[in-house]
């Protein structure tokens, strides 16, 4: 249903909120009425830690901060064209999104070792306050998982016999690329000895490129926010996110994103996040970090910036900058050069752009002095006969200077450098075929046989 519209008022569309679709201790979703593709989400105040509901607790802003801090998030993220459920907040607890098929896996990205990482790879440990940096960032699959089952992507629930009391919910998949999934324990070092069973991939998703799509989409939206928070002179450690898949909008990143989903510390390298109620239990100290974050994300945002061609641009410094425009936050601007004080010029771009910018200088080459009271970088633009790989290079150095405080140009830059970013992450400590092809009774290089390995793992899904 729709409010009358005002003069000088934009359309507001009121939403009827139906029926309970799914509540957790953290959020309700509810569908919307006559409109069965989009969903309410609405916040609780309810804090939770280490998987155990003795351990949850509740303070009266907590809906508020935790709404206010996704919505800043996946409104940045979509202004950075990644593909968000989120469509518009319509109260202080309450956004409403795209429907879709939640994934049933959380996808973690991490630049630093930190938390369970460290308990499955303990050699990453570092004494003192900082952890392990990873020059590339990583990403983890994990299946989620309830009293040690999962749902499958048809709705069929498969029990996985594993022991929430020995931690076992929610196994990291050590193999994600693969069609057959091998589930370790998520707080083990992954070896032979810790595998919790087997799952085939197409119940949970419909093809490996799926895996691909997350992991690229999951390493960009780290990097986007990385920048975001470290311009704020915050360092992002790690976070987890969800995926859904919609009929009309395809793979999304759905759910939430806020001070619960991630590892956050200041420029003091003091811990901002739900860590410090993990640590501590529930203190003023807990509730004022939330609401303080809350508040900064709303500075999460992309630079206006500029690549001005100044002068008169070959055919291949246009194409440069068309090579350029794809990325968000970045406008491409034309200068004429003319004789005399171009003051009057730069400070209109100074102005304007607050965010900075680079100069394509296109004139003559000993003119381009002239400009140089502007203090943003000038490049000489290529002419009309440039060196082999001078479009590149050019490319490649005016993408790093917007990088600076531009998130968009900086997990652009981040992604094209990443090795990893043609194949998922995670390669098994075995070879799968190797178990398929082995004998019973044939000792694998990880010292089981295949008959051990089925009985202590297998044969518990």
């Given at each position: ?17 139906g ?27 309810a ?17 508020a ?9 996946f409104?940045?993220?979509k ?15 309450q ?19 930190v ?48 022991d ?16 057959t ?18 799952v ?54 759905a759910?939430?994103i ?90 209109n ?42 479009a ?39 070879d ?30």
């Amino acid at each position: 249903m729709l409010t009358p519209k005002k003069p000088g008022e934009s359309k507001k569309i009121v939403y009827d909120v139906g029926e309970v679709i799914a509540e957790g201790k953290t959020k309700t979703i509810s569908a919307i009425v006559d409109q069965p593709d989009l969903v309410m989400i609405t916040n609780k105040d309810a804090i939770t830690a280490h998987d155990n509901a003795q351990f949850t607790r509740t303070f009266d802003s907590k809906a508020a901060s935790a709404t206010a801090t996704t919505v800043n998030v996946f409104k940045f993220l979509k202004d950075c064209s990644m593909n968000v459920a989120f469509v518009e907040q319509v109260g202080p607890t309450q956004f409403v999104a795209n429907k879709g098929e939640m994934i049933p896996l959380e996808v973690v990205a991490r630049r630093h070792a930190v938390g369970s990482m460290l308990k499955r790879d303990p050699e990453l440990a570092r004494e003192g306050d900082i952890p392990y940096r990873f020059t590339n960032v990583r990403v983890e699959f994990f299946l989620k998982t309830k009293d040690g089952k999962f749902t499958d992507r048809h709705g069929e629930v498969h029990d996985l016999h594993l022991d929430p009391l020995k931690g076992e919910e929610d196994p990291i998949i050590a193999n994600p690329g693969d069609e057959t999934w091998v589930l370790h324990h998520p707080k083990m070092p992954i070896s032979a000895e810790t595998i919790l069973g087997f799952v085939q991939a197409d119940l949970v998703v419909c093809t490996s490129e799926e895996i691909k799509i997350m992991r690229d989409m999951t390493k960009q939206a780290f990097l986007l926010l990385e920048k975001a928070w470290e311009v704020l002179h915050h360092t992002l450690i790690d976070f987890k996110i969800e995926f859904a898949w919609g009929a009309e909008n395809g793979l999304m990143i759905a759910d939430v994103i806020d001070n619960d989903s991630w590892r956050l510390r200041d420029g003091d390298w003091q811990e901002q996040s739900k860590e410090v109620f993990r640590q501590n239990g529930l203190t003023d100290e807990v509730v004022a970090k939330y609401a303080r974050i809350a508040t900064l994300s709303e500075l999460l945002r992309l630079p206006k910036q500029a690549l001005v061609l100044w002068g008169e641009p070959t055919e291949q410094d246009e194409t440069l900058a068309t090579m350029c425009a794809f990325i968000d936050g970045l406008n491409i601007l034309c200068e004429e050069e003319v004789e005399g004080d171009k003051t009057e010029q730069v400070n209109n771009l100074l102005s304007e752009y607050r965010g900075g910018g680079v100069i394509l200088y296109c004139g003559p080459e000993n003119e381009g002095s002239v400009i140089d009271d502007i203090l943003w970088p000038i490049f000489v633009g290529l002419g009309e006969d440039p060196e082999e790989n001078a479009a590149s290079d050019k490319f490649s150095g005016i993408v790093t200077v917007l990088a600076i405080n531009n998130p968009a140009a900086y997990a652009w830059m981040e992604m094209i450098n990443d090795p990893d970013i043609d194949y998922a992450d995670g390669d098994p400590v075995y070879d799968l075929e190797e178990i398929e092809e082995a004998k019973n009774d044939e000792v694998l290089d990880h010292g089981m046989t295949k008959k051990e390995i089925v009985e202590e793992a297998g044969n518990r899904g």
